[in-house]
């Protein structure tokens, strides 16, 4: 599985953005992980809530405000994705300047937004 997308701050409520994005993701064949504080599934994508070494992982998108964030950043650098995509209400410039001094980039936009556009 290449091009892997990583949805961190997933949720098993079919209301949440999270989820919905998990879906649209999965409605356009894009291999998705996901992460989430409850175990479950959102169609086919298992949800895990421990921080499992993912491969392959090109794209990182972000659903924790930026003080939830800070005890992923370890586990996000290790993954060394080709992105990470700061939702909106996820914005967080210290980890974007952490991101770019290991050369990852970032983006503050909406996941959602990008597919519908085909701009992801």
Same mark, same amino acid.
């Given at each position: 599985?290449?091009? &892997?997308? #990583? =949805?961190?701050?997933?949720?098993?409520?079919?209301?949440?953005?999270?989820n919905? =994005? $998990?879906?649209? #993701?999965?409605?356009?064949?894009?291999? !998705?992980?996901?992460? /989430?504080?409850?175990? /479950?599934? &959102?169609?086919? =994508?298992?949800?895990?809530?421990?921080?499992?070494?993912?491969?392959?992982?090109?794209?990182?998108?972000?659903? #924790?405000?930026?003080?939830?964030?800070?005890?992923y950043?370890?586990?996000?650098?290790?993954?060394k994705?080709?992105? =990470? $995509?700061?939702?909106?209400?996820?914005?967080?410039?210290?980890? &974007?300047?952490?991101?770019?001094?290991?050369?990852?980039?970032?983006?503050?936009?909406c !996941?959602?937004?990008? #597919?519908? !556009?085909?701009?992801?």
């Amino acid at each position: 599985m290449k091009n &892997v997308t #990583l =949805v961190i701050g997933a949720s098993l409520n079919p209301n949440r953005y999270s989820n919905i =994005v $998990i879906k649209r #993701l999965r409605g356009k064949k894009i291999p !998705t992980k996901a992460l /989430g504080l409850k175990k /479950g599934e &959102v169609l086919d =994508v298992r949800i895990d809530n421990e921080k499992l070494h993912y491969e392959n992982i090109d794209t990182v998108t972000l659903y #924790l405000n930026s003080k939830r964030q800070e005890e992923y950043y370890d586990y996000i650098l290790k993954l060394k994705p080709r992105r =990470v $995509i700061f939702n909106p209400g996820s914005e967080n410039l210290a980890f &974007v300047k952490l991101l770019q001094g290991c050369s990852i980039q970032s983006e503050i936009a909406c !996941t959602l937004v990008l #597919l519908a !556009t085909s701009q992801y």
